[in-house]
């Protein structure tokens, strides 16, 4: 395992989500997919949110962080617009393009646990 902490994966594209747990698990993140219980908000390190999970990724990750999830987070989009690059900016999240090219995922993932190790 590259880290003990989950990557908490909220993406509801079936063929999109299976796609990230095998790559992500490959590379020995551990992945937990949705929020099954409040508690598991604690144990995440990274969130990937699609932008479009539950109608707005952004508006989920803002009702995360009012339940006190503070794990950094990546948004994944398609052809983002300057008003969206903009909402990830203002949310302090990162974003990815889709569709997914070589490894800047895991890159982004990989640099979240330096940050926590430093800190």
């Given at each position: 395992m590259v880290d003990q902490a989950k990557i908490l994966l909220l993406v509801e594209d079936i063929s999109v989500l299976s796609a990230l747990r095998f790559s992500l698990s490959v590379e020995g993140f551990e992945i937990a997919e949705g929020i099954a219980k409040e508690g598991d908000l604690s144990t995440a390190a990274a969130l990937v949110i699609d932008?479009?999970?539950?109608?707005?990724?952004?508006?989920?990750?803002?009702?995360?962080?009012?339940?006190?999830?503070?794990?950094?987070?990546?948004?994944?989009?398609?052809?983002?617009?300057?008003?969206?690059?903009?909402?990830?900016?203002?949310?302090?999240?990162?974003?990815?393009?889709?569709?997914?090219?070589?490894?800047?995922?895991?890159?982004?993932?990989?640099?979240?646990?330096?940050t926590r190790k430093a800190a």
């Open positions: 932008e479009c999970y539950a109608g707005d990724g952004l508006v989920a990750l803002d009702g995360l962080k009012r339940q006190g999830c503070c794990a950094p987070a990546i948004i994944l989009a398609t052809n983002p617009t300057v008003k969206l690059r903009a909402r990830v900016a203002a949310a302090n999240a990162e974003l990815i393009e889709k569709p997914l090219l070589g490894d800047e995922l895991s890159s982004a993932i990989r640099a979240i646990f330096e």
